[in-house]
């Protein structure tokens, strides 16, 4: 009978944190990268559109701390449902989002479900 040893974690990656180098991590290209729902940063960013009024799409990025392309495509997914709408255009190819009557209403119970505005969380993992 044989017994098969657990694995150590990476030790190269526990080195190098403790080695008091810094460490970072490459941004995410996209949800999937993340290791958060699309449904989870849809309702983040329409939760900040309610609480903030009409914003950038670089703002919507800064604010949640995401890369702008995956910032961008959570608006555009909400836009296609007509949540959101473009109420003008912004510098560097960006737009001003804000929130439809539907977006406010559908904001206001995500916001009744978890009130969190704010960065997106990372994975414990990660």
Request: glycine share 6%; net charge negative; charged share 20%.
């Amino acid at each position: 009978m044989s017994t098969i040893a657990p694995t150590a974690p990476d030790s190269s990656l526990l080195s190098l944190l403790l080695s008091g180098e810094r460490f970072w991590p490459t941004d995410p290209n996209s949800t999937n990268e993340l290791g958060l729902s699309e449904p989870f940063l849809e309702s983040l960013a329409a939760k900040l559109l309610l609480s903030s009024g009409n914003l950038s799409g670089r703002s919507v990025a800064s604010e949640l701390c995401l890369p702008f392309k995956v910032a961008e495509t959570t608006l555009e997914r909400l836009r296609s449902r007509r949540l959101v709408t473009h109420a003008g255009s912004s510098s560097f190819n960006d737009y001003i989002y804000g929130l439809s009557d539907e977006g406010r209403k559908r904001a206001q119970t995500f916001h009744n479900e978890c009130s969190y505005i704010g960065p997106a969380p990372v994975p414990l993992m990660d």
